[in-house]
């Protein structure tokens, strides 16, 4: 039979091998902390590496806003991973407004032919945002395709007076 000491010394025994073992696990969960930072930290360079091919795909075949969109998610996944570099999105930022500006203009200069001035003004008025944007606006351009427009327009609306003139 087993007498209140033997009860003390088995608790007391198992106490300590209860914290032996807990003391022994602990720096298992560090080395599993430090494994999962590790990985995280993998996982969140991939995403800034996957989201800058994004935006390159983006920059070379898609538009001003979703060029926009993916520069933002790439420069949000890389400062989140640590490896943010504002000269890379200074440099990406100027890729994309450059083509922004060669696209509004060949923009303008499509709606012009087709003789939707309405367009071609909302084309020409991106061209002078972005471009300002890049600091290369020049407001001589700016006024020259502002008259072109400007003429269009007037002989347009000359044409349709002459056109009903006739007619009556």
């Known amino acids: 039979m087993a007498g209140p000491f033997h009860r003390v010394v088995f608790i007391t025994a198992s ?8 003391s022994l696990a602990s720096p298992q969960d560090n080395v599993e902390k430090n494994l999962d930072q590790n990985a995280k930290q993998r996982i969140l360079e991939r995403e800034a590496a996957d989201s800058l091919v994004q935006l390159k795909l983006k920059l070379k075949k898609e538009g001003f806003f979703s060029g926009r969109v993916a520069l933002n998610v790439w420069r ?3 400062i989140d991973a640590g490896m ?8 990406l930022k ?3 407004y450059e083509k922004s500006i060669h696209d509004s203009l060949q923009c303008f ?8 001035y309405k ?12 471009s300002k944007e890049l600091g290369n606006y020049d407001q001589a351009d700016y006024e020259a395709l502002k008259k072109r427009l400007t003429e269009a327009k007037t002989a347009r609306a000359s044409a349709a007076k002459t056109a009903k003139e006739t007619q009556k």
């Open 94 to 96: 100027t890729q994309l």
């Open 76 to 78: 949000s996944t890389a």
């Open 109 to 116: 200069n499509e709606f012009m032919l087709e003789e939707n």
């Open 84 to 91: 943010f570099d504002q000269n890379k999105f200074n440099e």
């Open 119 to 130: 367009d071609a003004n909302v084309c020409l008025q991106t061209w002078r945002m972005h």
């Open 15 to 22: 106490l300590l091998a209860v914290f032996v073992l807990v």
